[in-house]
């Protein structure tokens, strides 16, 4: 009986180290993911930002409305009288 009782002690210390590595596995990966999930979002705020700078210069003052906005998108233009 007291054999089982060793074995069984014995069994669950090693599940419980195996838990724990796993659990620090994952965290480790839940943390990796973050990471990456927060670089790509830094590239697409970049990307974003560049698109509009590079879209800035087609502006232009429209004779029709005075505001500025592109080229040929006037917003009385789609008005219908």
Not at 4 to 14: N, P
Not at 25 to 35: A, I
Not at 59 to 69: D, G
């Amino acid at each position: 009986m007291n054999i089982l009782m060793r074995s069984f002690d014995v069994i669950a210390k090693i599940y419980k180290s195996s838990n724990d590595e796993l659990i620090s596995e994952k965290k480790s990966f839940l943390e990796h993911k973050d990471n990456i999930i927060k670089s790509l979002i830094s590239t697409l705020d970049d990307m974003q930002e560049e698109q509009k700078k590079d879209e800035e210069p087609l502006l232009m003052y429209c004779a029709n409305c005075r505001k500025k906005h592109l080229l040929g998108k006037c917003p009385l233009s789609s008005l219908k009288v």
